[in-house]
């Protein structure tokens, strides 16, 4: 079974930084393309960021409300995955969440079907 | 960016009814969208992908359709466990995108 455990949340004033790992296990980690998403209280899912497998070029993509402040990077011989956050606002309050990024072939390209396995999300509050 | 828009917000329906759920995207996705159901407190849920495919394990009683900008994602039978809110996701290009949510009520 492929689980996936976040953690790292916590209270931080705005301006400041935190780290959340997701650690991933029943899976061949390596092979996985990754994602964060988060959820503001009372809101719906909102997607942080994404990055693919080394052996597909490790790329990695932004929304535009974190990009250039966060920074989503992966250890595979560890199978961990790293959202390093930077200059934190208010609307960062979120619970963040790290999901599978399934990718599949349609009409014969490599395209992103949905975030197939979740894990239980770490709660980062963003408050003087 | 695509925009995607769910209707309703809500909809509170008895067990054994039929329900269904629109989303419309901004611009043409072909078939690459997502459902998702998530329950308080917990994580979203993988439902439906491509549209009209069910993830492994989702009970048959969902179902999705469409393409371009109009899909559906249609419950046949009510459950008490289907109270949840709803989401649906474009995954055809960044930034990716949910819907405002659909709540379900018993």
């Known amino acids: 079974e492929v689980q996936l455990v976040e953690s790292g949340g916590g209270l931080v004033e705005p301006g400041g930084s935190l780290r959340l790992s997701c650690t991933a296990s029943g899976l061949t980690f390596s092979n996985a393309w990754m994602s964060w998403v988060r959820q503001a209280p009372g809101k719906g899912p909102e997607w942080v960021g994404r990055i693919k497998s080394k052996v597909n070029g490790g790329t990695v993509e932004y929304a535009a409300p974190v990009k250039g402040r966060f920074t989503i990077s992966r250890d595979d011989s560890q199978n961990t995955l790293d959202l390093v956050m930077n200059s934190l606002r208010s609307e960062d309050t979120a619970v963040y969440y790290c999901?599978?990024?399934?990718?599949?072939?349609?009409?014969?390209?490599?395209?992103?079907?949905?975030?197939?396995?979740w894990g239980q999300g770490t709660t980062v509050t963003v408050s003087s | 960016d695509v925009q995607v828009t769910q209707s309703p917000s809500s909809v509170s329906a008895s067990v054994g009814d039929r329900v269904t759920i629109t989303c419309r995207a901004s611009l043409g996705i072909s078939s690459l969208l997502a459902w998702y159901q998530q329950k308080p407190g917990r994580a979203p849920k993988l439902l439906i992908y491509?549209?009209?495919s069910l993830q492994s394990g989702v009970p048959s009683r969902f179902s999705g359709s469409g393409s371009g900008t109009e899909f559906t994602l249609t419950i046949s039978s009510l459950q008490p466990e289907d109270s949840a809110t709803y989401y649906c996701q474009q995954t055809d290009s960044f930034p990716v995108t949910f819907g405002g949510g659909t709540k379900v009520e018993i």
């Open positions: 491509t549209a009209s």
């Open positions: 999901a599978t990024y399934n990718v599949g072939v349609v009409a014969g390209a490599t395209r992103f079907l949905g975030l197939d396995v």
